[in-house]
């Protein structure tokens, strides 16, 4: 049996896609918070178990995966040793695990917790198998916290700030793609067993390039206004002196203006990784958003 954490989540959706897709017929024990919407899992046709539980509660880890043999953790990183420990408890031989980029910042609160959490799981794979999944910033539907908010921006906003020159490298990977890249290292287990993986998109672009490619698909003519960083900086300090609650940080602003471009040439190789662009992928969410401000236009009328 599959035991499958985050199934619910933004690419656990498109997880359930390619299984459906590929009439998968093994069982499937889905743990999901007692809130969650599972009716697209009921839907299905799938085999699957359906589990309601707290990923923070050890023993429920524990006593739910009995009698499963692989683990896929999608849902957050933070819950990684808890869902290990659990695996071995229970003898799994293989655990799937989908952590971050985000653990290759230079800047230590964006990556030292990642790389505890990490190097702890990784001590354990002389006991079972452990595969990392390292995503890129994930998109491709409202239910991303970070692209559909700068689509929101765009439309709304004629002109857009950018801190720095925008020359910093990004490659965002799209939810569908990661939602395939779960079901292709699980049925490549014999080169995918025990290794880890960067699952980025197709290639990297400036953040000039990627907001210039959303105004674009929006159509949009957004004015780029760029912000010295020198200035973005000193202003950063004064909003955080002011306020002790400021969305933005000097370390926020210095994190923006870092590379997050990985090569995924080992991905290709050993299950045939294959992402879509960014100009590509983007623009289906920004048909969603768009639809929706319509929609909400309509209403009001």
């Known amino acids: ?7 619910t989540g933004h690419s656990g959706q498109w997880f359930v896609k390619r299984l459906i897709s590929e009439g998968y017929k ?10 969650s919407d599972t009716d697209f899992l009921n839907k299905s046709g799938l085999d699957i178990d359906i589990v309601s539980g707290n990923l923070n509660d050890q023993e429920f880890l524990t006593s739910t995966m009995v009698g ?15 869902v290990v420990k659990a695996a071995l408890d229970n003898n799994l031989d293989w655990a799937i695990l989908v952590h971050t980029t985000g653990r290759y910042s230079k800047y230590k609160s964006a990556s030292a917790e990642y790389i505890e959490i990490e ?21 491709g539907s409202s239910r991303d916290r970070n692209m559909y908010k700068l689509i929101t921006f765009l439309h709304k906003i004629k002109f857009f700030p950018m801190f720095g020159e925008g020359e910093n ?5 799209h939810a569908r793609d990661l939602g395939n890249a779960y079901y292709d290292v699980i049925v490549n ?23 210039r490619t959303v105004s674009d698909t929006l159509g949009r003519k ?8 020198w200035f973005s900086i000193l202003a950063a300090r004064v909003y955080n002196a002011l306020d002790k ?18 090569d995924y040439e080992d991905a290709v190789r050993d299950f045939s990784y294959s992402p879509v662009s960014f100009e590509d992928g983007i623009v289906e969410e920004v048909n969603e958003y768009l639809a929706r401000y319509n929609s909400s236009r309509t209403k009001q009328r």
């Not at 499963?68 to 808890?82: E, G, K, W, Y």
């Not at 490298?169 to 990977?173: A, G, K, N």
């Not at 014999?190 to 672009?205: A, I, M």
């Not at 957004?222 to 960083?229: A, G």
């Open 1 to 7: 049996m599959l035991y499958v954490t985050g199934i």
């Open 26 to 35: 093994g069982r499937i024990r889905c743990i999901v918070l007692p809130e």
């Open 68 to 82: 499963c043999s692989t683990v896929l953790h999608i849902a957050s990183i933070d819950f990684s040793r808890n």
């Open 119 to 139: 190097e702890y799981v990784l001590k354990f794979r002389n006991r079972m198998g452990i595969t990392v999944l390292r995503p890129t910033m994930i998109y």
């Open 169 to 173: 490298l990004m490659q965002p990977v």
């Open 189 to 211: 287990r014999s080169t995918t067993f025990n290794k880890g993986y960067n699952l980025p998109g197709k290639r990297p672009l400036t953040y000039m390039e990627l907001v």
């Open 222 to 229: 957004n004015v780029i206004i760029k912000i010295p960083l």
């Open 245 to 262: 609650n400021a969305i933005i940080s000097v370390e926020q602003v210095l994190r923006m203006q870092e590379d997050k471009a990985f």
